[in-house]
């Protein structure tokens, strides 16, 4: 069971260094009380849904649902099998694609400090790649045409000990043979360079690494005092209370974990809810910089839903939802957004068995 003593998180320059690991994290330090209980059948409605997927298998992990101004979060399951040590609401996930979120809003605060454009050139921030005809628009919507560095041959990064950075991403991407490239603008194709490309402008442009500017200009300003990028390098991956699994076979760190931009952000739903709640005003983007990172650039799927800037975008029962779903390595997460009615839910799992947890049904628990 997870031991009740405080383990402090102490916080340096390039992210979150962490004496005796990083949680887990007390409750005392997020203030709910302003917050309403939903009425007694909505709360059963979403707890029934958990407990339900608990028993089956699928869930283990926590939920937070907020609903103007009523909220119900819970947790279920073990952060570590092999303890066992059980989930608590305030525990850090990695957040896996749901962190694309997080880069899209880096992008469009720079260009909102005029700091670049969009429809800039990617080669007048990355010299080095060789690949000249893309735009940071390409990028930001999955219409860049470039291959995703996930899948690059094994030799190409010959050290399974060592983890990657975006500049690693730039070098193997020059490696890549013609046939692998896609030609811009014409046709989406999700790939994760496009996100850890991004990052790496915003390094250059910031003067910082990845994780200190998202600590810097967005953790810090919406109070999310433990949401961070993960560097494993100081933070080892075995010192995370909450760990990936896959029908409870632990995931081994991999050379991968060391990029940022498309995955690595660690944060709880509390944390998440800080974010929805600044989003709904101008603290971190103005109106119009938020209208062009959720306007749809290219349709994904028959349902008419929509790749944007760092988030999806489709419509609900008359109602738009912005979105991003995520996996990586053990880890399922949810953060969806109503910007017709102040709604959200954040749904964050740890162990990959069975199917996906059906979106359209948590949508559902707030109507």
Request: charged share 20%; net charge positive.
């Amino acid at each position: 069971m997870r031991k009740s003593a405080v383990l402090m998180i102490w916080v340096f320059a390039l992210g979150s260094v962490v004496k005796a690991g990083p949680g887990p994290i007390p409750s005392k330090y997020y203030d709910l009380s302003k917050y309403k209980q939903f009425s007694d059948s909505t709360g059963k409605k979403i707890t029934s849904f958990f407990d339900y997927f608990h028993k089956t298998g699928i869930f283990n992990g926590t939920y937070l649902f907020f609903r103007n101004d009523s909220l119900i979060q819970g947790a279920h399951g073990y952060a570590n099998f092999g303890k066992p040590d059980t989930l608590i609401n305030d525990d850090l996930f990695q957040l896996a694609s749901v962190s694309k979120t997080i880069t899209g809003i880096s992008v469009l605060m720079l260009q909102q400090d005029g700091l670049l454009l969009i429809d800039d050139s990617v080669h007048w921030y990355i010299p080095e790649l060789t690949r000249r005809n893309l735009t940071i628009r390409n990028l930001l919507c999955h219409m860049s045409g470039l291959p995703d560095y996930f899948y690059f041959p094994s030799y190409l990064w010959p050290n399974p000990a060592a983890h990657m950075k975006n500049a690693d991403v730039v070098i193997q991407l020059n490696q890549q043979p013609e046939r692998s490239f896609g030609e811009p603008g014409t046709y989406h194709s999700y790939s994760n360079t496009n996100y850890a490309l991004l990052a790496y402008i915003v390094e250059k442009l910031s003067g910082m690494d990845f994780r200190t500017y998202t600590k810097k200009n967005i953790f810090e300003p919406c109070g999310m005092k433990y949401s961070h990028i993960c560097n494993h390098d100081s933070i080892p991956l075995f010192n995370y209370p909450v760990q990936g699994y896959d029908k409870r076979r632990v995931f081994a760190d991999i050379p991968h974990n060391g990029t940022t931009g498309d995955k690595g952000v660690y944060s709880n739903g509390v944390e998440m809810l800080l974010l929805d709640r600044a989003l709904r005003s101008d603290y971190l983007l103005n109106k119009s910089s938020k209208t062009l990172m959720w306007t749809p650039q290219v349709t994904v799927s028959a349902d008419g839903a929509g790749y944007a800037m760092g988030w999806r975008v489709k419509e609900i029962n008359g109602q738009r939802w912005v979105f991003h779903n995520g996996w990586w390595k053990g880890f399922r997460t949810y953060y969806w957004r109503c910007l017709d009615e102040d709604k959200c839910f954040v749904v964050l799992t740890n162990n990959v068995f069975g199917p996906f947890l059906r979106t359209v049904d948590m949508v559902g628990l707030l109507n």
